[in-house]
């Protein structure tokens, strides 16, 4: 894949929505306000006659794939479709990356057999976690073929997309090597976009040892930030010995704030309000490949500063932002802003939302940002009734819903085709994959 044309293809689909999102004040505007209906030229959402999903009017959506359907290399879809990431082919192609997030013993209609990081106990067959990857005619939405990317991992749950055309995916299990996997796992592995199979399944061991969520890369340098779910998470960054070839390893980093605050959560009161900014550093970590699973705890040892779930992340041209899912006074999630320092300038962190509501949203999870400058947000809650949104975020730091889910389930995966026409995103199980088009703003 060319790694150039690519890199363009990225900036291209990332750079001029948040350029959007900083032109319109979004720098100093995060905050957490009333919600509203929705936003002018969407309008409320209209009730899916299928009961599947609710959309604005003038709104549409595709199913893609579904669990259990055949793929072109004879295996099957399998189950828990989490994040996802939108490739440009070229010559009028399109490729998904999808995550599966799998655990051993549930295969769930999804079996493959070939090269595999890790095998089920002492036999032949491949763990279930992995990637499939779905090829797409650009013009049209149709399914050209799909087939398995990465087989014989564990809970591949987010990641992200590189400007070199490629996918992270994280497994977000720590888990040892006991007779029933071969292996450790926890790692990052690396999925080209165009690899026509099961690639060579390669941790990138370097990047880290730990419950694994997403990743992003900040095309101005090559470094990687990644993401934690856990109670007590940090955020990492990882700078590579050589830009845009992770696997040669390099140096692994968590996030502390300089004036001393350690606790980012806000569980026990206002402690970093919305729209607060807070110089950043970075301290290193040692021993990263963590057998006893504290990387964490050594890293917050160091003063890095605790997160309340880290999970969706997603760069844009100079700035990146973070969901920590149970973060906040309501517990409800908060989205963070960071912005890599340039030119000797120290990074920078803001709390850019916090909500206060679940009519704001409610444990968010995968995010992106759209081309006309919202954040999207996937919501992740298990409540009963069921009321998992698609929510919108402006840039002036209100909430509302984009589209609603019958089923008991959750969003993830949530990505932009490159000509911001099509948003792509995953219900988790029964795993779907979905288009949803419609008169986006421009």
């Known amino acids: 894949m060319n790694s150039a044309l690519h890199r363009r293809q990225f900036l291209a689909a990332t750079g001029s929505a948040f350029a959007a999102l900083v032109a319109s004040g979004c720098s100093t505007r995060g905050a957490s306000v009333p919600v509203i209906d929705s936003l002018p030229g969407y309008g409320p959402l209209v009730r899916d006659p299928a009961e599947l999903v609710d959309l604005p009017m003038g709104f549409s959506y595709r199913v893609l794939s579904n669990l259990g359907d055949t793929m072109d290399d ?66 049209t939405l149709e399914v050209e073929k799909q087939y398995r990317s990465l087989a014989g991992t564990i809970r591949n749950c987010a990641g992200g997309i590189t400007p070199w055309g490629s996918w ?20 990052t592995f690396e999925v080209s976009a165009d690899a026509p199979g099961l690639v060579d399944p390669v941790p990138l061991t370097a990047m880290g040892r730990f419950n694994h969520e997403a990743a992003c890369v900040d095309p101005a340098t090559g470094i990687v ?77 160091k003063g890095a500063a605790l997160f ?19 973060g906040g006074t309501a517990k409800l999630g908060q989205i963070f802003r960071l912005v890599p320092g340039r030119s000797g300038a120290p990074d920078r962190l803001q709390l850019f939302y916090e909500s206060t509501s ?33 929510r919108g975020i402006t840039p002036q730091g209100v909430a509302y819903p984009l589209a609603f889910l019958h ?33 986006w703003t421009t």
Request: charged share 25%.
């Open 74 to 139: 004879g295996f099957t879809v399998p189950d828990a479709a989490d994040g996802m990431g939108c490739f440009d082919l070229g010559n009028g192609k399109l490729a998904l990356v999808r995550n599966h997030e799998l655990i051993p013993g549930r295969h769930d209609g999804g079996g493959v057999m070939g090269k595999a990081y890790d095998t089920v106990a002492r036999s032949l067959v491949p763990l279930p976690g992995g990637t499939t990857t779905i090829v797409l005619d650009a013009a």
């Open 168 to 187: 992270l995916t994280c497994e977000e299990a720590p888990a040892k090597a006991d007779g029933r996997i071969n292996k450790d796992h926890g790692w």
């Open 225 to 301: 930030y990644q993401t934690e779910d856990r109670d007590d998470s940090l955020l990492y960054r990882f700078l590579p010995k050589t830009p845009g070839k992770l696997v040669d390893g390099g140096k692994l980093q968590a996030l502390v704030i300089v004036d001393g605050m350690a606790d980012t959560r806000n569980w026990d009161g206002v402690g970093v309000p919305p729209q607060s900014w807070y110089e950043v550093r970075w301290v290193d970590l040692d021993e990263v490949e963590a057998p006893e699973d504290d990387l964490r705890k050594r890293g917050a040892a």
């Open 308 to 326: 309340a779930r880290g999970e969706g992340i997603w760069m844009g041209e100079g700035e990146m932002y973070f969901c920590c899912t149970s």
């Open 358 to 390: 679940p009519d704001q949203f409610n444990y968010g999870d995968n995010l992106c940002v759209a081309p006309f400058g919202d954040l999207i947000v996937c919501e992740d809650q298990y409540t009963d009734p069921v009321q998992n949104h698609l």
């Open 407 to 439: 089923v008991q389930t959750e969003w993830a995966g949530a990505c932009f085709s490159p000509d911001g026409r099509t948003l792509f995103v995953n219900l988790y199980s029964p795993a779907k994959t979905l288009a949803i088009t419609g008169p």
